[in-house]
């Protein structure tokens, strides 16, 4: 017999809860960043999701997106922006802002809070692990693929998301406006009904945010609820 609820199997994704993103001591941290936490422990607690699962950014020392990697002229984090070509495709770049060095592989900064540690979750996806180019996605680099369907970077999340038959992704997590935003993106793209819990998160500029969810609901196919709507299915 066909399973009456194969038509909805909720994943909750939870993005880069991580020491880094966090005040007080993150290097990059996200204002309020830890103040979501508590519902995100609801939600986990919940028999809801038929899949858990936690991203870590996870940065080599070299990793592009860090302002101390383009010493000359000096660059200053959060402020200034620097363009990534696309290693597969050199006539492709995007410009993005330059971080302080944050979520380096094995330090305590990468690591997730204790709160929400990785216990909570089935699995964990590391992400922004190639020092070439910045990942804000949970999924893929932002280049398109090559014509040969190739590309600089799948962290195997979509790929698995399939492989249990997800129908629907529930996103919350740091940074709203950055790597929330674009695995959202990713998930609709990915044919996921896509959803961002808006109290579980938080950006690292709050005065975008109401930009970022007209641009991601109009353009990107993703809701935006808050946790009291009855309107999340
Ligand atoms: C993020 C900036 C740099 C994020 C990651 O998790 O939103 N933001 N790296
Ligand atoms: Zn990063």
Redesign the pocket.
Known sequence: MADPHSNFRPALLV??MQED?CPQSGS?AVPFGRTITPLISSLLALPTFTLKVATQ?WHPTTHI?FASNHPSPPKRPFVDSHTITNPLDPSQSYTTLL?PD??IQDTPGAALIPELASSHFDYIIKK?TDPRV?M?SAFFDPFPPTGKGERVCDSGLANLLHEKEVTHVYVVG??G????KHTAYDAAKEGFQTVIIEEGTKS?NPDVWDECKKEMESIGGVRVVGVESEDVQ
Do not use: K, M, Q
Not at 177 to 180: A, G, T
């Open positions: 993005v880069d993103f990059l950014d997106s971080w944050h979520c922004g910045e804000y740091l940074a406006d950055f790597c929330v690292v």
